[in-house]
Each structure stands twice: as C-alpha cells, then as structure tokens.
C-alpha cells in the first residue's frame, strides 16, 4: 500500500521517473498548494522496493507491504491530511 501525505507533496515528480515499475501516474487532482500529485495507479506492479520513498525530498510518500489493497487514491485538494488508499 502506497500512501502519499497531500499536504507534504510539491509535485517534483521524482517518484514517477524514479520508480521502474511505472507505478505511478500524474494526477489531474491537485492539492492544497495547487500542485498536481502523483498517483500509484498501478500498485500491482509494486515491488515494494521503497526507492520512491527513499528518493521522494519532502517524506510524503510511505510504502507499506499489504498485498490485499491495490487501489489507490489521491488527495482532492482538501485540508484532509493524509491520502491512503
Ligand atoms: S517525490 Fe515526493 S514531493 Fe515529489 S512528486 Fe513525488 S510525492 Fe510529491
Ligand atoms: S516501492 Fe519501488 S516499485 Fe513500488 S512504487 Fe516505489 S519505486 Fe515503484
């Protein structure tokens, strides 16, 4: 499971073209800031390597292994702090 912290994320984009499953795709959702986050649309393909997570510079990201959740979700602009899926 893959959860990204909204609030924390600036949209640098480095944990789409860091991650060599192609895990993650660019949201059309913004946050708060009015940055467009990313979104681990494609969580079956996770290997649970933790390189985005290691690589992301503002700690937003958390991988977590849970192999009965695959879906995902992105923040929505809210004041809602954490986005899990
Ligand atoms: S690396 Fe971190 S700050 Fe950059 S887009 Fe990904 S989650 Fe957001
Ligand atoms: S843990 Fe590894 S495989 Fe999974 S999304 Fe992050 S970089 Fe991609």
Not at 27 to 40: A, D, H, I, Q, R
Not at 43 to 71: F, G, R, Y
Request: proline residues 4%; contains cysteine.
């Amino acid at each position: 499971m893959i959860k990204i912290k909204s609030d924390l994320c600036k949209g640098c984009d480095i944990c789409i073209e860091s991650c060599s499953k192609n895990v993650y795709t660019k949201s059309s959702k913004e946050n708060k800031k009015g940055v467009y986050l990313p979104c681990p649309d494609n969580q079956e393909n996770c290997n649970n390597c933790h390189l985005c997570e290691l690589m992301c510079p503002d700690q937003a990201i958390t991988v977590e292994k849970d192999e009965s959740n695959k879906k995902s979700n992105v923040g929505d602009g809210s004041d809602k702090e954490d986005v899990e899926e």
